[in-house]
C-alpha cells in the first residue's frame, strides 16, 4: 500500500498534469469521495505539513474590486517551525514588506481572509496593529461547510445512518421529518458551497450568494 506521502505526491502530479485547482482539494463531494474509496483525509490547501512534521505557510494576493474578477498571485511562500499568531503574523508581514519594497502599502492592505482557527483569528487581530484599514474575516465556504457538517453530525445523525441500519420501521416517522426539515430549511447550503468554490468570481457575485442564504433562513423562520 502506498504510503500517505506517495499518495498526497502522486495526487499533487495528477491535479497540476490535468489542470486542477489545488482549492478543488477542499469541494466537498471531493473530500467525501476520498475519505470514503481511499480513506484519505486532505489537509486544507494553504495548511500542511512536510514529512518532517514542518509548516508551510502560502501568502496569496489579489486586487479587491466589486466588478472585476481577481487574479490571484502567490507572492510567498515558507517553511514554518511552528504554526501560532506570532509565526504567522511575522510571515505575512515580512513577505508584504518584501513584496512591496517599501512600507507606504500599508494603507492598501484591505481584507484579510483565513479559516477560522483560532490562531489565524488572533493572527487577524496582531496585523490590525500594522494595517488599519484592513478587515480579517473566515472563509465563508468553510463556514458553511462546517455548519452543514455539524447538521449532518450533531442535529440529525438518524439520517446518516439510513444505508446503514436494516431497519427503520420504528423511526420512520422522525427520518421524514427530519429530511422534510432539511429540505425547507438547508437545502441552500450545498448549492451556496458549489457557487463559492467558482473560481474567479467577483466579489458582487459572492455578495449575492450570501445574500441569498440570509434570505432562505428569514424567509423559513
Given at each position: 500500500?502506498?504510503?500517505?506521502?506517495?499518495?498526497?505526491?502522486d495526487?499533487?502530479?495528477?491535479?497540476?498534469?490535468?489542470n486542477?485547482?489545488?482549492?478543488?482539494?477542499?469541494?466537498?463531494?471531493?473530500?467525501?469521495?476520498?475519505?470514503?474509496?481511499?480513506?484519505?483525509?486532505?489537509?486544507?490547501e494553504?495548511?500542511?505539513?512536510?514529512?518532517?512534521?514542518?509548516?508551510?505557510c502560502?501568502?496569496i494576493v489579489?486586487?479587491l474590486?466589486p466588478?472585476?474578477?481577481p487574479?490571484s498571485?502567490?507572492?510567498?511562500?515558507k517553511?514554518l517551525?511552528?504554526?501560532?499568531?506570532?509565526?504567522?503574523?511575522?510571515?505575512m508581514n515580512?513577505?508584504?514588506?518584501?513584496?512591496f519594497?517599501?512600507?507606504?502599502f500599508?494603507?492598501?492592505?484591505?481584507?484579510f481572509?483565513?479559516?477560522a482557527?483560532?490562531y489565524?483569528?488572533?493572527?487577524?487581530?496582531?496585523?490590525k496593529?500594522?494595517?488599519?484599514?484592513?478587515?480579517?474575516i473566515?472563509?465563508?465556504?468553510?463556514?458553511?461547510?462546517?455548519?452543514?457538517?455539524?447538521?449532518k453530525k450533531?442535529?440529525?445523525?438518524?439520517i446518516?445512518?439510513?444505508?446503514?441500519?436494516?431497519?427503520?420501521?420504528?423511526?420512520?416517522?422522525?427520518?421524514?421529518?427530519?429530511l422534510?426539515?432539511i429540505?425547507?430549511?438547508?437545502?441552500?447550503?450545498?448549492?451556496?458551497?458549489?457557487?463559492?468554490?467558482?473560481?474567479?468570481?467577483?466579489?458582487?457575485?459572492?455578495?449575492?450568494?450570501?445574500?441569498?442564504?440570509?434570505a432562505?433562513?428569514?424567509?423559513?423562520?
Amino acid at each position: 500500500m502506498a504510503s500517505r506521502n506517495e499518495f498526497l505526491t502522486d495526487m499533487c502530479y495528477v491535479l497540476v498534469a490535468i489542470n486542477i485547482p489545488f482549492n478543488k482539494l477542499q469541494s466537498t463531494p471531493f473530500k467525501n469521495f476520498l475519505q470514503k474509496y481511499v480513506n484519505q483525509n486532505i489537509s486544507n490547501e494553504n495548511e500542511t505539513t512536510n514529512s518532517r512534521g514542518l509548516y508551510i505557510c502560502s501568502l496569496i494576493v489579489g486586487i479587491l474590486h466589486p466588478e472585476i474578477m481577481p487574479t490571484s498571485f502567490l507572492i510567498s511562500c515558507k517553511e514554518l517551525k511552528k504554526t501560532n499568531y506570532e509565526t504567522v503574523s511575522r510571515f505575512m508581514n515580512d513577505s508584504l514588506m518584501e513584496f512591496f519594497g517599501d512600507t507606504l502599502f500599508q494603507d492598501k492592505i484591505l481584507l484579510f481572509i483565513s479559516d477560522a482557527a483560532p490562531y489565524m483569528i488572533k493572527t487577524g487581530g496582531a496585523l490590525k496593529i500594522f494595517y488599519s484599514n484592513m478587515i480579517h474575516i473566515t472563509c465563508v465556504t468553510h463556514g458553511l461547510n462546517r455548519v452543514a457538517e455539524k447538521v449532518k453530525k450533531k442535529r440529525f445523525p438518524g439520517i446518516n445512518k439510513l444505508n446503514m441500519t436494516p431497519n427503520l420501521s420504528k423511526n420512520t416517522a422522525s427520518i421524514i421529518s427530519d429530511l422534510t426539515f432539511i429540505r425547507s430549511h438547508l437545502s441552500e447550503l450545498p448549492n451556496s458551497i458549489t457557487k463559492l468554490e467558482k473560481q474567479n468570481s467577483t466579489l458582487n457575485y459572492q455578495i449575492n450568494v450570501v445574500e441569498t442564504i440570509l434570505a432562505a433562513q428569514k424567509s423559513g423562520l
